[in-house]
């Protein structure tokens, strides 16, 4: 069953203005019977003004009628017959401008550690283009002096969760990357 909008402001107005019993209002609202008697004696959501569930089209009188007549029958949400937003596509991802200097070195640490990705699938993960894969791939970079290969997840470019996502799909262990060999970076 959906939940009406607001619910702690339609408890506090199905209190007020209807004689239903805690459970039918702790029922319909998704909270606790306890949590209901006490919005009823004032203990919980002080200053809280109540919202109308018949004028926003949730209940309808004949049903709170309905419900008053029986404590055993239970309220029942109206369907809107207001159409359901699509859900967005994830679209672009935003990286700030603090982290873009961190992708190329994310995409080096994934074509060192992780060579079965694709460039779609690294390109997806890091938000970035398969141009600038090639050219880090190619040290053609505008930066390649500078490209030091390390982990997107410590920089914060992708979850860990998404890449092992990604290595899963390209057919990859996740947790199977070799240890970086600690002697490169020293002598940096």
């Not at 909270?31 to 203990?43: C, K, T, W």
């Not at 404590?71 to 109206?78: E, F, H, K, T, V």
């Not at 992708?103 to 997806?124: E, F, M, N, Q, Y």
């Amino acid at each position: 069953m959906t939940q009406p909008l607001m619910p702690k402001a339609t408890a506090v107005w199905l209190i007020d203005k209807t004689s239903l019993t805690f459970e039918q209002v702790a029922d319909f609202v998704g909270m606790h019977p306890l949590e209901v008697q006490a919005i009823a004696d004032g203990e919980v959501a002080q200053g809280i003004i109540g919202y109308d569930p018949v004028l926003n089209g949730q209940l309808t009188r004949q049903e709170i009628a309905r419900c008053e007549a029986d404590p055993a029958l239970r309220l029942n949400i109206q369907i809107s017959a207001l159409p359901v937003p699509k859900a967005r596509g994830k679209g672009a991802r935003y990286t700030p401008v603090s982290k873009r200097n961190d992708r190329p070195d994310a995409i080096a640490w994934l074509i060192r550690h992780h060579p079965s990705l694709s460039d779609i699938a690294v390109g997806k993960l890091l938000g970035t283009t398969k141009e600038t894969i090639a050219k880090v791939r190619d040290r053609t970079h505008w930066n390649s002096a500078n490209i030091k290969p390390r982990d997107p997840v410590i920089l914060g470019l992708c979850s860990q969760s998404d890449l092992n996502a990604a290595l899963i799909a390209a057919g990859e262990k996740p947790g199977s990357a070799p240890l970086p060999d600690l002697s490169e970076d020293s002598a940096a």
